[in-house]
């Protein structure tokens, strides 16, 4: 009977996102997705500012409408207590043009395979969730923490503690991108802290208090604070990061702003970021990076996608600018099966030894 | 045409050209090392000492990152700063290994990250860079080989 109501459940809620927008649907868990059917990040993630694991909402949606194809549906609860979630990242990448002529190098490697638990401990309250690597050598932690709340609390408030995804930005799943690089909000560095956040109607506002250690070991009295708003629509949505780290003798501040609409099949987005860091014994370097992005929705399960990336690593010096180009296709042949080709163009300055394109064809097997 | 087909197309003809017009480019690098940095007259040839690896890698390519307040995995790799967080000192994400173990750059997980392991944790570094050179990697291997000394 019990099973019987779930899937009963189950149906419904995806019979409602069926009715929340005219277009097909297709991604994976990137914040373009997010911008395309104008849902917040905690809709479909566990981790309210988005990342990782999958929720129930967010396990039916990967399930029935991503790919081109769908087979059985299946459940990520085992029971009403506990559910699971896994992702699995195969590539294949080489060098299509080498600015030093070097031999060109290609290599195919697991760069990821990991498993989330979350455990409703209290129903609607008290969940205790973990992202865990699992390789591809030994198991690291790269998220673990209690949330009190759920959206329970006044004015669809939680409360998060442990180890995780700092509230900045966009939460690109390509951490190369320079956005994501340079300022340090990104899959490579999680933290040990906490965090509050609200989320009523088209608000998400997040802040959160850390070691500022990017998960090492804590060594000093010095703290991070981060905080991510936004205000997200059906078609369009905008907001503001901020975070402050300070170390006995060094300081980063960061600022930024991201938004992103979503026009029939197109879905544009973009970010921008001021990186501020001061030193006691030497000058302070100041950066600066943007990030846009475009999505075309061919079918559904076939995505057209192009970034453009900018840095510039010192705005003391002048012609140092780089810029990173993507473009490719993603392709969600079955439920729980994506696949990608991407092209990666590096400009840098002519001199550059790093000048280097890359291609690279990646498998993501999830659930 | 339907009145949301012509809309694409109108988003389409607008924001692409938008784009290409915002979309800077890189910069031409006068004055400029390989890095991007202001050419210096004093500057080390690459060897199999930390002075060398500080001046040709860790200061131009991975201070990119790693350095001030916010280093990632509390691993700063400013000038001064560099060899007391690398030389016996465990690393995060695999606390077994130190980051550098002084004569064994098998054991060094920094070697690991550079050259890209399948045992490592996370990308391989240098983080949204290629690949360090082949030149780079082995000074690094052979300083550490030789006892990773203040050199």
Redesign the interface.
Known sequence: MRRLVSSIGAAAVASCLLLLGPQELSGRDEPYLSVRTGLKCSQCHVNKTGGGGRNDFGSIYAQTRLSMVQFTFLKRSLNDFLSIGADFRVLASGTARDATDAVPRTSVEIIEQSLQLEARVIRNFLTLYIDQLLGPSGASTREAFALFGNGSLPLEGYVKAGKFFLPYGLRLVDDGEFTRARTGFNYDTPDIGVELGIEPGPLSFFVSFSNGTQGASEDNSGKQIAGSAALIFRRFRFGASASRNDAPDARRDVVGGFGGFNVGRFTFLGELDYIFDSFEEREGVNQFAGFLEGDFLVIRGLNIKTTYGFLDPNRDIGENARVRWRFGVEVFPTQFVQASVLYTLLEDIPQATTDIDRWSIELHVYF | MSR??R??IW??AT??PL?VF?????????????????LAADRLELAPTLSSIQQNVFTP?CT??H??????????LDSGASRADLVNVAS???P?LARVSPGDPEASYLVWKVE?R??????RMP?????L?EDQIAAIRVWIEQGAEDN
Do not use: K, R, Y
């Open positions: 949301a087909g809309f694409e988003a389409a924001m692409i784009v915002v979309a800077a480019c890189a910069g031409d690098g006068t004055g400029l090392d390989e890095f991007g940095n202001p390519i990119q990152c350095t001030g307040a916010a280093a990632p995995l509390g691993l700063a995060v994400e695999h077994e890209g399948g045992g490592i944790t996370g990308s983080l949204s860079l290629p690949p050179s």
